[in-house]
Every structure is written in structure tokens, then in C-alpha cells.
């Protein structure tokens, strides 16, 4: 399931960037582009889940606009191209989750934004896409109701193909994220699991082979 998510980013093109792919991924963005216009927006909606903050905005910049967003419990993500070590105790002491520097990688920031999510959520967390029901605490995985085993590794893919959904995901990345960052195997392994998941869900038109990238779970 999606979160509320509030965009301050002044920066036309890097906020439609983002919006578009947490869209994608069943997030539901909310855009400004000035930190007082947000500020002011926050005292109707403060529904939120997460705020991604642009350190230097027009209006009032995003370490000030975090004092307006701390009062509702809304966890901060600082989004800058400043990089000094400055500006990021700033951030993380001033009690901000993360704080990532442009440019970034999109999935590492949803990878990031759902860390901060799911930090946030009960332990009786389900996923659910197409005609998938997954129980993330119990591992357990069904299809239209009636359960499929799945090997601790297949259900590891699964959930971060659906976290990633709508979204064409690397093979090296889907390493990451379900072997971990010191895996030394092949790619190939990625592409094995794959197939199995495609004949054990019947997802064989869902998971898309993308070229010379990865694969894309669709559910749209």
C-alpha cells in the first residue's frame, strides 16, 4: 500500500521526476515548489507519511520548513546539492530520516522512502498487487485468495518487485536488494528466479523483460 507523500522542490523537472515515479509505484504525491506556499498548505492537510524536502527553496528553505512539519509527526527526507558534512548534520541532527544528495539514482530513493515507510507501519504489513496477496511478517504469498509456496528467495524477489512496481529494475539492483551488496554471483541468478516466480504465480505477461536493463512488474 502507498504512502501520502509531500514534494517541496523547486525545481520543475526534478519534482515532475519524482512524482512520476512515486505514482508509479502507488505512492501518492503532493507537489510544491515554495517552501513558505508549502508551509502554508500544511495548516489545511498534514496527512502525510513522509515529506521530501528541497534544502534550498524560494520562500523559506527546507531546514526552516522542517520546524513546521515536525508538529504533525511527518518523517523528513532532505533532497540537496549540498553535500558538505555542514549541511548534512544539519539535516540528520535537526531530526530528519535521511538526507540524499543530487543527483540520485530513482530507485535509490524509493528504496529509501519505503525504508522510512516501513518504519513507520505495524508488523501485520500486506502487500497486495494484480490478484497477489503478500504477508510480509508471516511470508506468506497468495493468488486469488488460495496460498503458493514460494522459496525464501522467490518471495524476497517478489516483494521487491512490488515495491519497485511500474518501475524497470536492473538485474545488478535486484542483486542488491534481495541477495545483498556482497553477493558475488551472477546476474543469471536473478534471471532464474524470475522464471520461477512466472510459472508458480502465472505472471508470465505481468513481469516484463526489459532490454539491456531488467524487469518491470506491471500492475497498472
Known amino acids: 500500500m ?26 501518492e504525491p503532493t507537489v510544491f515548489g515554495d517552501g513558505e506556499e508549502a508551509e502554508r498548505a500544511l495548516i ?6 513522509l515529506a521530501l524536502l528541497d534544502v534550498m527553496l524560494p520562500g523559506k528553505d527546507g531546514f ?3 520546524e513546521s512539519v ?8 532532505f ?13 540528520l541532527t535537526g531530526g ?17 522512502i519505503d525504508k522510512v515507510l516501513s518504519r513507520a507501519q505495524p508488523r501485520g ?25 514460494l522459496k525464501p528467495m522467490e518471495f524476497d524477489l517478489l516483494v521487491a518487485l512490488i515495491k519497485h512496481k511500474n518501475v524497470a529494475v536492473s ?31 502465472n505472471l508470465y505477461d505481468a513481469i516484463k523483460t526489459v532490454p539491456k536493463r531488467g524487469y518491470r512488474l506491471e500492475d497498472i
Not at 501520502?4 to 508509479?24: F, R, Y
Not at 489545511?44 to 507519511?49: A, E, I, N, P, Q
Open 125 to 149: 504489513e500486506v502487500l497486495r498487487a494484480l490478484d497477489l496477496e503478500i504477508d510480509i511478517s508471516g511470508r506468506r504469498v497468495r493468488k486469488n485468495g488460495a496460498e503458493v509456496a
Open 44 to 49: 489545511k492537510r498534514h496527512d502525510y507519511d
Open 70 to 77: 515536525r508538529p504533525y509527526g511527518i518523517p523528513v527526507i
Open 79 to 91: 533532497l540537496t546539492a549540498k553535500s558538505d558534512l555542514g549541511s548534512k548534520l544539519t539535516g
Open 96 to 112: 530528519a530520516e535521511d538526507y540524499i544528495v543530487k543527483p540520485f539514482e530513482v530507485l535509490e530513493l524509493l528504496a529509501r
Open 64 to 66: 526552516a520548513l522542517m
Open 2 to 27: 502507498g504512502g501520502k507523500i509531500l514534494v517541496v522542490e523547486d525545481e520543475e523537472a526534478v519534482a515532475s521526476m519524482i512524482a512520476m515515479n512515486l505514482k508509479a509505484v502507488g505512492h
Open 171 to 201: 538485474r545488478e539492483d535486484l542483486l542488491g536488494l534481495v541477495w545483498g551488496a556482497n553477493y558475488l554471483g551472477e546476474t543469471r541468478t536473478v534471471d532464474v528466479h524470475i522464471g520461477q516466480l512466472r510459472k508458480k504465480l
